[in-house]
């Protein structure tokens, strides 16, 4: 069984930092793609950040240039630092990622953790 586990979210100034974990567990050969996404209040769940298995990443413009995805490949988890945070950022987010584990390649959600942007 595979586990996908969020942490590091919380309460932040706007303008401030923070970085969120998603560590893989269980039975797992490999991650392919490992993505990050969030659903606001009243809005549709939307892809912040994916990294593709050898570190290609991809942006929603509206995180380009503040936030940035990487991934630890001996440590099956992936990373979503968060730089000058807006208001707007405040969401539960979401950690999603491609997993073969035995024979079985599948997709994985994480539990969610909230990040509240707010002075």
């Known amino acids: 069984q595979v586990q996908l586990v969020e942490s590091g979210g919380g309460l932040v100034q706007p303008g401030g930092s923070l970085t969120l974990s998603c560590a893989a567990a269980?039975?797992?050969?490999?991650?392919?793609?490992m993505g990050w996404y969030r659903r606001a209040p009243g809005r549709e769940r939307e892809l912040v950040a994916s990294?593709?298995?050898?570190?290609?990443?991809k942006y929603a413009d509206s995180v380009k240039g503040r936030f940035t995805i990487s991934r630890d490949n001996a440590k099956n988890t992936g990373y979503l630092q968060m730089n000058s945070v807006k208001p707007e950022d405040t969401a539960v987010y979401y950690c999603?990622?491609?997993?073969?584990?035995?024979?079985?390649?599948?997709?994985?959600w994480g539990q969610g953790t909230q990040v509240t942007v707010s002075s």
């Open positions: 999603n990622a491609d997993i073969l584990s035995g024979d079985y390649l599948r997709n994985y």
């Open positions: 990294i593709t298995r050898v570190g290609s990443p």
């Open positions: 269980g039975n797992i050969v490999s991650i392919n793609n």
